[in-house]
């Protein structure tokens, strides 16, 4: 599994074109079982560590950036749970932004800021004391917190799992009398051809996203990629500064998953990524599409109905 030695996880962050194209043609069923299956593994293990904590920790932080499958990942960890038999209550830190007339004038969309820090902190506290929180909802329409709360408490054999980009930010984390679990997820692989790399993480999440944008929410690739300058600022500032929290790193590479993609890519799509236009260049993307088409080519029906990729490319 992908949760064990510093050196292996080094060494399964770098995959070959040629290891993962064999692998296709060889015997794709079996590479996309066993793919999924390593990911599952590590959900299995963070589950049984969270269990282990449960008489010091019932606070579980789970954080990612941008396209790293934070929300298919926490389902699945309250899923794993369950199957031990810790009941697990998800919460989306989303629903914690402050309404936009309480947000001070120039911070950015992707800052901590944005959130209502002591009520997080209130919240955390008071949930690893068996206390009653009134959980607030967030009306993304409007930008404004809406006035209906909804009441939780945990019992001792119960978690509840945070998720949001923020949540191993220190103004969370550190500043609570009762630390919580952390947990970060992201895609870490790095596709190497002839001894250089031609993936890294971040062009995987960009396709991620950019695919399930445009699917969710109508968005074009255009919008997406407009967009990517300042998530990237964003997760630099915010998030990787803070990911050394974790107790526990997942990784939710699918090693077929470029393969997918590949027939998923249209002409917007590259012309924009070729012409450098909202300065994708600087995240060496400008030759991304050239370097998907060289993924042998997979089916979406081959991805399996549960898999995390499922969050991005649809039912």
């Keep these: ?26 015997d ?30 019932r606070v579980v932080m789970l954080s990612g950036p941008s ?37 001070i004038e120039g911070v950015d969309f992707e800052s901590p800021l944005r959130l209502d820090i002591p009520l997080l902190q209130n919240h955390i506290e008071a949930l690893s ?31 509840v799992i945070f998720e949001g980009i923020h949540a191993l930010n220190c103004m969370f984390i550190e500043k609570v009398c009762h630390r919580p679990i952390g947990i970060y997820v992201s895609p870490r692989m790095r596709v190497t051809n002839g001894g250089s790399i031609i993936i890294q993480p971040e062009s995987i999440r960009f396709l991620r996203r950019s695919l399930r944008d445009k699917r969710t929410r109508g968005a074009s690739f255009e919008r997406t990629l407009g967009l990517w300058e300042s998530v ?13 929290r974790a107790d526990i790193v997942i990784d939710t590479t699918m090693e077929y998953e470029l393969g997918v993609y590949a027939p998923l890519i249209d002409e917007e799509f590259s012309n924009l990524l070729v012409s450098g236009e909202y300065m994708g260049y600087r995240h060496n993307m400008e030759n991304l599409t050239c370097e998907i088409k060289r993924f042998e080519p997979i089916s979406r029906n081959n991805v399996p109905e549960e898999s995390l990729l499922r969050e991005f490319i649809g039912k």
């Design 1 to 26: 599994m992908r949760t064990t030695g510093k050196l292996d996880r080094l060494y399964r962050n770098y995959k070959s074109l040629e290891h993962i194209n064999r692998r296709v043609r060889k």
């Design 28 to 57: 794709l069923e079996g590479f996309i079982l066993e793919t999924e299956e390593d990911y599952k593994n590590d959900i299995d293990y963070t589950a049984e560590y969270i269990a282990s904590k449960i008489n010091d920790a």
């Design 67 to 103: 396209g790293s499958g934070k929300t298919t990942s926490a389902e699945k960890l309250s899923d794993a749970l369950e199957k031990i038999g810790i009941k697990a209550h998800m919460l989306s830190m989303d629903n914690y932004f402050l309404s936009r007339c309480d947000v």
């Design 129 to 159: 004391t068996n206390a009653t929180i009134e959980v607030p909802e967030y009306d993304f329409l409007t930008g404004l917190r809406k006035k209906e709360t909804k009441a939780l408490r945990i019992n001792t054999d119960e978690v």
């Design 232 to 244: 990237i600022k964003g997760e630099l500032e915010h998030i990787m500064p803070n990911k050394w």
